[in-house]
């Protein structure tokens, strides 16, 4: 039988991106709706085609739902810079959660029944212990966290009313890029951790920054656990097919390997597979960063069958270096 066409929001950027990749690689009809405020159309495949708005905007998400046959939505789209939201919250709540109350609201006039909604380890805030499981308290401590956790909520609520089934997938640190070169992170002003350490490696930058010496860590750097972006994608694509399969079933998982690495262990990681050091510079602590996320993943192993590929931190690293090379190249 043939798959049903997929509604991938936000599916020029980074992680959207991939999950085209592995959705198109599972032979999934695609579409992508993105307005490449941080996108780039070179990252979607030949043969998907690209509808270009904003996912806020209702009408125009009604006329595409018009237009193309949408059985389920991947909902990326977003904006995803922590510290950006704690300077200007007002434009994270309308970009995350008022943008994603519009795109809910077209896609149930639409019929459709199931959404699969990126959401982040932000949601907990900054946890005592970890890892983290999924029943642990929700406490953000930045917009960006608030904003993805009441869009959870929306749709908790909603589905609730048997419009739909959802899935919530909480990222932790999302790095590195397709093993086969066809997509990586290549927004401009870029902010994460590795991406910028990537830059620097391939001259594209004097240095990388290190926010924050005196966390309470073992080397005083944050903690964070980094999962592969094709291992995600391929979680992607295994939550779609719960959701397809068991329509009466919503769900909330974690998604990383359960391993925390500092921010120092992963420029040492960078400067082992790189060959030479990047120059570090030990700076103050950035605004709104928790000293330590790392997820617990029993549930999405569990729940999915989920089986990570490339959990290997120099594996992590290498593919995201290639990619930096290939774009500066
Ligand atoms: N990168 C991470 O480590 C991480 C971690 C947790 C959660 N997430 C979530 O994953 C999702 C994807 O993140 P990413 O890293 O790929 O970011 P990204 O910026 O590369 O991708 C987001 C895409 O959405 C598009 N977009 C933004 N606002 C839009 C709007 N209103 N209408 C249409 N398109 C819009 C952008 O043009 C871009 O292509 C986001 O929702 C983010 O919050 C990311
Ligand atoms: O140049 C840099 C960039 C980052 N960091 C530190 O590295 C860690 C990771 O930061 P970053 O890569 O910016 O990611 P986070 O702020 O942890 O946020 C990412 O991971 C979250 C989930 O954990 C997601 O919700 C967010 O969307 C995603 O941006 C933090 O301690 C930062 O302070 C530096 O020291 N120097």
Redesign the pocket.
């Known amino acids: 039988m043939s798959k049903p066409t997929i509604l991938v929001t936000g599916g020029a950027g980074y992680i959207g991106s991939h999950a085209v990749l592995a959705l198109h690689d599972a032979g999934w009809p695609v579409v992508v709706a993105d307005n490449l405020s941080n996108g780039r159309r070179e990252a979607i495949p030949d043969g998907v085609p690209l509808v270009e708005v904003d996912v806020g905007d209702a009408a125009a998400m009604a006329d595409l739902f018009a237009v193309h046959p949408i059985a389920a939505i991947m909902h990326f789209a977003g904006s ?3 510290p950006d939201s704690v300077t200007d919250p007002h434009y994270y709540y309308r970009n995350n959660t008022v943008a994603s109350h519009a795109l809910i609201g077209a896609a149930m006039k639409a019929g459709i029944k199931h959404i699969l909604f990126s959401s ?3 949601t907990y805030g900054a946890p005592e212990t970890v890892p983290l499981d999924e029943d642990n308290p929700t406490r953000p401590i930045n917009p ?1 966290g608030w904003s993805k956790l009441m869009t959870e909520q929306m749709l908790r609520d909603i589905a609730a009313t048997g419009a739909f089934n959802y899935g919530a997938l909480r ?3 999302v790095a590195g890029a397709d093993p086969q070169g066809r997509s990586g992170q290549a927004s401009k002003g870029a ?3 590795l991406k ?1 350490a990537c830059e620097a490696a391939v001259g594209k930058r004097s240095h ?5 010496t005196d966390y309470p860590t073992p080397d005083g750097t ?1 903690i ?1 656990d980094y999962i592969h972006v094709s291992d995600l994608a391929a979680a992607h694509v295994l939550a779609l097919e719960a959701l397809i399969d068991s329509p009466s079933e919503s769900f909330t998982l974690n998604c990383g390997y359960g391993r925390g690495t500092s ?1 120092l262990e992963m420029l040492d990681a960078l400067d082992a597979v790189n060959g030479s050091p990047v120059a570090r510079v030990m700076g103050e602590r ?1 605004a709104g ?1 928790p000293p330590q ?1 790392v997820a617990s993943n029993r549930r999405l192993v569990e729940r999915l069958g989920w089986t990570p590929r490339f959990a290997d931190t120099a594996t992590i690293v290498r593919s995201a270096l290639e990619w930096e090379r290939r774009l500066a190249s």
Do not use: E, S
């Not at 990388?208 to 924050?212: A, E, I, Q, R, S």
């Open positions: 995803i810079v922590v982040t380890a932000a960006y990222y932790f640190n902010t994460h951790l910028v990388v920054d290190v926010f924050g944050c964070r921010v950035r960063d996320l």
